[in-house]
């Protein structure tokens, strides 16, 4: 009880605090408490976000710690079998992860889509920006457009990366070839997609793949465009070898369907 007491105190009645730590921390062993409030009496109370990462290093694996930062980073917000149909083919045992961590209270489900705290949000994609501050192409997942346009035009992906969001109508103006553009003035977009990258979201842009994609979300891919609308070349597919989801809007394809991945699981 003196433990319950002391826990309360230390996140100075912050109702999401409770919450989540009460809810990660209540089958755990009193060891587990104790050295939880220790570091709940180290952190400074005005560092909420510290705080709740406890509850992130409270969860019970690898595998559960990154199914929670892929749905901040990717996720928040999207209906949850889409998310598990896509999680599920990343190698995650995701309906199992996704109800830990609604028992956790680091996600709920409303409306059948996954949605997050915004403190949550900002608590999960903090230790992802912990990996590499001051390079966003060393982190394992880019989720600002403005970063993940920088490092295809600047070719500096790593192989750390492993999903990656890009949606170019969010990009009020871009840096390319070393002037400033409108992105209404670009007609024709080339991207390298950096290796072992493990989500790829685009949109209103191209990709060239590398043979360790497993899931591709385009819409409105530009490719080449003619009188008759988006045409893609199927063999711009030819290397994503481990390509499982693909989901394109408004496109048209041209050449042999051979090129499309023998792994692909949804179209």
Known sequence: MDLTIDVVHHCK???LALKVLGSSLGDLSIEIWESALRKLKAIPDSKILEKLRI???CLPDDNVQNLFLDIVCFFAGKDKDYAVTILDGCGFFSVVGIQILVDRCLLAI????LMVHQLLQDMG????REESPWEP???SRIWKHKDAFNIFQGKTGTERIQGLVLDIRMLKEVEYVGQKLNRNDVE?????CPADVRSLRMTDANSQGRQSLTFLELFRNVFSETSNGILFEIDAFSRMKKLRI???TEAKFTGSYQWFPKSLKLL
């Open 13 to 15: 009645g912050i109702p």
């Open 55 to 57: 509850s992130y290093e």
């Open 110 to 113: 409303e409306h059948n889509k």
């Open 125 to 128: 994609r903090e230790i992802i």
């Open 137 to 139: 192409s060393s982190q």
């Open 188 to 192: 024709h977009w080339q991207f390298e």
């Open 246 to 248: 693909l989901q394109l």
